[in-house]
């Protein structure tokens, strides 16, 4: 069945980075489009990134995309967040997603995402 598995988060400090992996299996990744989510304690679950089947377009928010940078990799069947100058305000649960439509980015709602991995933990502390 459709899995996507969160990897690389942990403890980083203020100003470092961590490139987030999200691989995927059980369906056809270069028919879909994959997003990236957050959720702090107590908040709503928030939009991060989306990348096309293809990688050639995405789907930002506007707050994070000079820090936050999202890839693809066919062969690997692995979508990345890279993420740069992290701030305490970072820490959350940071889930990957497939969206509902196949290959183009959905808006940033966990609604329009169908299939979620179980969430990596990023805390940024110093």
């Known amino acids: 069945q459709v899995q996507l598995v969160e990897s690389g988060g942990g403890l980083a400090q203020p100003g470092s980075s961590l490139k987030l992996s999200c691989a995927t299996s059980?369906?056809?990744?270069?028919?879909?489009?994959i997003g990236w989510f957050r959720q702090a304690p107590g908040k709503e679950r928030e939009g991060l990134s989306c990348?096309?089947?293809?990688?050639?377009?995405?789907l930002n928010q506007d707050s994070l995309k000079e820090r936050f940078t999202i890839s693809r990799d066919g062969a690997e069947k692995t979508v990345y967040l890279q993420m740069n100058s992290l701030k305490p305000e970072d820490t959350a649960v940071y889930y990957c997603?497939?969206?509902?439509?196949?290959?183009?980015?959905?808006?940033?709602?966990?609604?329009?995402?169908?299939?979620w991995g179980q969430g990596v933990q990023v805390t940024v502390s110093s």
């Open positions: 990348i096309s089947y293809d990688g050639q377009s995405q």
């Open positions: 059980g369906f056809s990744f270069g028919d879909y489009a």
């Open positions: 997603a497939r969206s509902k439509w196949t290959r183009i980015c959905a808006p940033l709602r966990p609604h329009y995402f169908d299939d």
